[in-house]
Nanobody, 117 residues
Framework: QVQLVESGGGLVQAGGSLRLSCAAS????????ASWYRQAPGKERESVAH????????NYAESVKGRFTISRNNAENTLYLQMNRLIPEDTAVYYC??????????WGQGTQVTVSS
C-alpha cells in the first residue's frame, strides 16, 4: 500500500525553526521526483519546494527561498523540509507528494505548522 506520512509539524514562534519529515513506502521512492506543498486557510494550495529523484535539482517558491531547504535520503525512503526563520505567513498545512510527472501522483495527509508572532 502506498503511503506518505508527514511528521514534525507543530506550533513555533516567529524566527524559530522546524524540520518536517515524510516517510514513503509502497512505491519506488528513489525513482520519483518529490515535493512539499502547503495550504493556508482561505488560500489555494501552493508548491513550496521540489527535488529531483537523485537530489541533484532543487527549486523553491520565492516566498521561502533562502529559508527552507528540501532534501531526501533515498536509502531510508525519506523526504525532509528544513524550515528556518519562520514567519506567521508560513502557517499552513504542509503536504509531501511524489510522482513521475509534473503533477504529483501520491500525497500525504498533511501536517499542521503554526507560526505565532
Amino acid at each position: 500500500q502506498v503511503q506518505l506520512v508527514e511528521s514534525g509539524g507543530g506550533l513555533v514562534q516567529a524566527g524559530g525553526s522546524l524540520r518536517l519529515s515524510c516517510a514513503a513506502s509502497g512505491f519506488r521512492f528513489e525513482s520519483a521526483r518529490a515535493s512539499w506543498y502547503r495550504q493556508a486557510p482561505g488560500k489555494e494550495r501552493e508548491s513550496v519546494a521540489h527535488i529531483s529523484a537523485d537530489g541533484g535539482y532543487r527549486n523553491y517558491a520565492e516566498s521561502v527561498k533562502g529559508r527552507f531547504t528540501i532534501s531526501r535520503n533515498n536509502a531510508e525512503n525519506t523526504l525532509y523540509l528544513q524550515m528556518n526563520r519562520l514567519i506567521p505567513e508560513d502557517t499552513a498545512v504542509y503536504y509531501c507528494a511524489a510522482g513521475w510527472n509534473v503533477s504529483p501522483r501520491f500525497w500525504g495527509q498533511g501536517t499542521q505548522v503554526t507560526v505565532s508572532s
